[in-house]
């Protein structure tokens, strides 16, 4: 897209969205959202870069290299902060049981396991969504 | 002949399904099956159990946090089948 209006709203706008979706998905445990609607957030700033800018300047970004590891990464800690579980108390993803410290109610590190679950999942959905839309833009180049 | 059997049928199919919409409970209903003692448990207990402000993550992150392991498994697999289908795709026309 080669639109000058566009290409500076959203080089303005872009920080903004991540800003909120990362608030969103660090405050998960306290306000409303979580996981989801944040790391949707994140993920749909990223994709209007890569729509307005172009793949190219997209993949310069965030290249397959890393974003492959990014999206391993996310479902990966979900399942080791589960089997922490299992080694300490013997069930899978137990929160007070296995150990994590509650907190403060109410602070931002509270609630044990919560808040790291959360970030794993916001990972998972923000690479998924780009991760998906750099795939299908590439496929439509090769044509 | 088989044509008015298909329809005596579907009327049947149509008249009990019908009558099962009318005699499902109200949204929000005391006596909706799904209003039981679970939803008092968790307005009770969520805030010793978990430390969570946010009763509905505690839900989904903890209690049922095996649901959403399920749930995140679904974004890895539908980045692996769309993976496998157009990289298929793109070596058959190279």
Not at chain 1, 96 to 123: C, D, N, R, V
Request: glycine share 10%.
């Amino acid at each position: 897209m080669n639109d000058l209006i566009v290409k500076l709203i959203s080089r303005l706008l872009i920080p903004f969205i991540q800003l909120y979706g990362i608030y969103i998905i660090l405050h998960g445990h306290l306000s409303f959202g979580g996981g989801f609607s944040g790391g949707a957030l994140v993920g749909s700033s990223l994709m209007l870069y890569a729509i307005i800018f172009g793949l190219k300047e997209s993949e310069k970004k965030l290249p397959h290299t890393i974003s492959k590891f990014i999206e391993s990464f996310g479902i990966l800690t979900y399942i080791i902060i589960g089997l922490i579980g299992i080694l300490t108390v013997g069930s899978f993803l137990s929160n007070k049981q296995a150990g994590y410290s509650l907190g403060e109610f109410g602070t931002l590190l509270s609630a044990g396991m919560i808040p790291y679950l959360t970030l794993a999942i916001g990972i998972k959905v923000a690479s998924t969504m780009i991760t998906l839309l750099q795939r299908l833009l590439k496929e439509d180049s090769h044509d | 002949m088989s044509k008015k059997i298909i329809i005596a049928i579907l009327f049947i199919l149509f008249v009990v399904l019908s009558i099962s919409i009318v005699r499902m409970p109200d949204i929000g209903g005391e006596s909706n099956p799904a209003y039981n003692d679970i939803t008092h448990y968790y307005i009770d207990n969520a805030r010793e159990e978990t430390g969570s402000v946010n009763i509905i993550a505690a839900i989904i992150t903890d209690y049922r946090a095996f649901d959403t392991l399920g749930e995140t498994t679904v974004l890895f697999s539908s980045i692996v089948a769309v993976f496998s289908v157009l990289s298929m795709k793109g070596d058959k026309h190279e």
